[in-house]
């Protein structure tokens, strides 16, 4: 009970409790199981005793209290001695059941910085500023619809500054774990002097109140009434387009008044139409540098499969990567399984040994993408888990299988959006190898030719 900080302006029933600015600090806008806080129990007990902490069952009216979830499983349990059930949904981040306690900091606030500095000096095109303006003077929630490679994330620091300076906090969530990673060092570099931090599997559980936090949305399920603003990143992706519990999620993690302003290069039809419709959205259909976005050639790959199977490397599929590789040029090949991609793999790396393959599961992911940027390695074998979030300079891009269902039109814009990116190299090939063209690839070629043609008039 070391540190302690004496509150004066509680209501004078309580004799000016303590309150310890490391628990605050922690539990400001958290929802945590009480076994897991990392502090002394006869510290949290303290809190709870003078109402500086909130405590609430795990389990209410048959549903998980963190996630919302009813898929109880029932048990019996060591802890309460008897017959319990805990949450399917929500197990991986700790086990919530009818005997748990949650617990929620409902002490003074904490007061934030009102003068937060953005510390990025780039200039916005002419384009972007627009939407920047036509966000920040509604204070409704937002669509920003915006192409690959518009720059977007530069977009984002002006709304998260103008947030910030009015002592909220902010959160910028995404589906994608890939994005966190990728985000963070751009975060923290156009907020030096704020407190930024990213909340992801496998990150930990940082101690620190920030008032800027990253976070994929499925962290978001240990948050609750805190943000005043969040930025859902690639709110089209998946798991979050399909997942419930992840939406959820989100609207759990917000303030009552707080806004939401979605940022996508491909939202759904529904979307669109909504947020047009309330006149909170959005469009900016050119690239930052200028240039079309690439459009994907399509080319036949027949029995690509059986090929493979076989070891054999299609022939267009191997002076394709020669070619890469004699242009030096780094390049990411989609498969549409992690089985055909480790098939194909011994097969392309007989061309070069640096290549390698990745998918979600793979630990060294961030790395290789990195020996990619540095050019270490020169090509990427993939599936979807890279369709976003990805820049990389001359990056050439190739689907084997572009027919297959899991390339449905929004992965094919995402993943030909991976191309080009760079106001130096501002083109590159997109290839579509495929066994028979579906109505998918047909629908995001039209799309991003419709895109080229709009963002004439609109960029
Ligand atoms: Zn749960
Ligand atoms: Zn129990």
């Given at each position: 009970?070391?540190?302690?900080?004496?509150?004066?302006?509680?209501?004078?029933?309580?004799?000016?409790?303590?309150?310890?600015?490391?628990?605050?600090?922690?539990?400001?806008?958290?929802?945590?199981?009480?076994?897991?806080?990392?502090?002394?129990?006869?510290?949290?007990?303290?809190?709870?005793?003078?109402?500086?902490?909130?405590?609430?069952?795990?389990?209410?009216?048959?549903?998980?209290?963190?996630?919302?979830?009813?898929?109880?499983?029932?048990?019996?349990?060591?802890?309460?001695?008897?017959?319990?059930?805990?949450?399917?949904?929500?197990?991986?981040?700790?086990?919530?059941?009818?005997?748990?306690?949650?617990?929620?900091?409902?002490?003074?606030?904490?007061?934030?910085?009102?003068?937060?500095?953005?510390?990025?000096?780039?200039?916005?095109?002419?384009?972007?500023?627009?939407?920047?303006?036509?966000?920040?003077?509604?204070?409704?929630?937002?669509?920003?619809?915006?192409?690959?490679?518009?720059?977007?994330?530069?977009?984002?620091?002006?709304?998260?500054?103008?947030?910030?300076?009015?002592?909220?906090?902010?959160?910028?969530?995404?589906?994608?774990?890939?994005?966190?990673?990728?985000?963070?060092?751009?975060?923290?570099?156009?907020?030096?002097?704020?407190e930024v931090q990213?909340?992801?599997?496998?990150?930990?559980?940082?101690?620190?109140?920030?008032?800027?936090?990253?976070?994929?949305?499925?962290?978001?399920?240990?948050?609750?009434?805190?943000?005043?603003?969040?930025?859902?990143?690639?709110?089209?992706?998946?798991?979050?387009?399909?997942?419930?519990?992840?939406?959820?999620?989100?609207?759990?993690?917000?303030n009552e008044k707080?806004?939401?302003?979605?940022?996508?290069?491909?939202?759904?039809?529904?979307?669109?139409?909504?947020?047009?419709?309330?006149?909170?959205?959005?469009?900016?259909?050119?690239?930052?540098?200028?240039?079309?976005?690439?459009?994907?050639?399509?080319?036949?790959?027949?029995?690509?499969?059986?090929?493979?199977?076989?070891?054999?490397?299609?022939?267009?599929?191997?002076?394709?990567?020669?070619?890469?590789?004699?242009?030096?040029?780094?390049?990411?090949?989609?498969?549409?399984?992690?089985?055909?991609?480790?098939?194909?793999?011994?097969?392309?790396?007989?061309?070069?040994?640096?290549?390698?393959?990745?998918?979600?599961?793979?630990?060294?992911?961030?790395?290789?993408?990195?020996?990619?940027?540095?050019?270490?390695?020169?090509?990427?074998?993939?599936?979807?888990?890279?369709?976003?979030?990805?820049?990389i300079a001359n990056?050439?891009?190739?689907?084997?299988?572009?027919?297959?269902?899991?390339?449905?039109?929004?992965?094919?814009?995402?993943?030909?959006?991976?191309?080009?990116?760079?106001?130096?190299?501002?083109?590159?090939?997109?290839?579509?190898?495929?066994?028979?063209?579906?109505?998918?690839?047909?629908?995001?070629?039209?799309?991003?030719?419709?895109?080229?043609?709009?963002?004439?008039?609109?960029?």
């Amino acid at each position: 009970m070391k540190k302690l900080m004496r509150i004066r302006h509680l209501p004078s029933k309580i004799p000016f409790p303590l309150v310890d600015p490391q628990l605050q600090s922690f539990l400001s806008g958290r929802i945590w199981l009480e076994d897991h806080l990392p502090f002394l129990n006869q510290t949290i007990q303290y809190h709870i005793k003078y109402k500086l902490i909130e405590r609430q069952s795990g389990i209410q009216q048959k549903r998980c209290r963190r996630c919302h979830s009813q898929h109880l499983y029932p048990f019996f349990c060591s802890k309460c001695q008897g017959p319990c059930s805990y949450c399917l949904d929500c197990f991986n981040m700790g086990r919530i059941s009818n005997c748990s306690q949650l617990v929620q900091w409902t002490g003074p606030k904490i007061k934030q910085s009102e003068q937060p500095k953005m510390t990025w000096n780039g200039q916005l095109t002419p384009a972007q500023q627009r939407v920047v303006n036509e966000c920040l003077a509604m204070s409704t929630d937002y669509l920003i619809h915006a192409v690959t490679g518009a720059g977007k994330t530069e977009m984002l620091f002006p709304l998260i500054e103008s947030s910030l300076q009015q002592g909220k906090r902010v959160c910028l969530a995404t589906p994608r774990t890939d994005v966190v990673l990728e985000l963070l060092p751009r975060l923290q570099q156009a907020f030096q002097k704020t407190e930024v931090q990213a909340f992801y599997g496998g990150s930990g559980h940082p101690k620190q109140y920030a008032p800027l936090v990253l976070a994929t949305t499925h962290q978001l399920l240990r948050f609750e009434h805190t943000f005043d603003l969040i930025l859902v990143d690639e709110a089209d992706a998946f798991p979050y387009s399909y997942d419930k519990k992840l939406q959820y999620a989100v609207q759990k993690a917000k303030n009552e008044k707080a806004r939401t302003i979605i940022v996508t290069a491909t939202p759904t039809k529904k979307q669109r139409q909504l947020y047009l419709h309330n006149k909170s959205y959005s469009f900016l259909a050119r690239r930052f540098h200028g240039a079309d976005l690439p459009t994907p050639q399509y080319e036949s790959l027949w029995s690509y499969e059986r090929k493979l199977r076989k070891g054999k490397l299609p022939k267009k599929l191997a002076q394709w990567i020669q070619q890469c590789l004699q242009q030096k040029k780094p390049f990411l090949l989609f498969f549409p399984t992690i089985e055909l991609m480790h098939i194909a793999l011994p097969l392309i790396q007989a061309y070069d040994a640096s290549i390698q393959a990745v998918h979600a599961k793979e630990e060294l992911r961030k790395p290789y993408v990195q020996q990619l940027r540095d050019g270490q390695v020169s090509g990427l074998l993939t599936t979807t888990i890279l369709e976003r979030g990805i820049t990389i300079a001359n990056l050439q891009v190739a689907i084997v299988g572009a027919e297959r269902r899991i390339f449905h039109a929004h992965a094919l814009i995402q993943i030909s959006g991976r191309v080009g990116r760079s106001k130096e190299m501002p083109t590159g090939q997109v290839i579509f190898y495929h066994h028979g063209i579906t109505k998918q690839m047909d629908a995001a070629c039209d799309e991003i030719r419709r895109l080229n043609e709009i963002g004439d008039d609109n960029g």
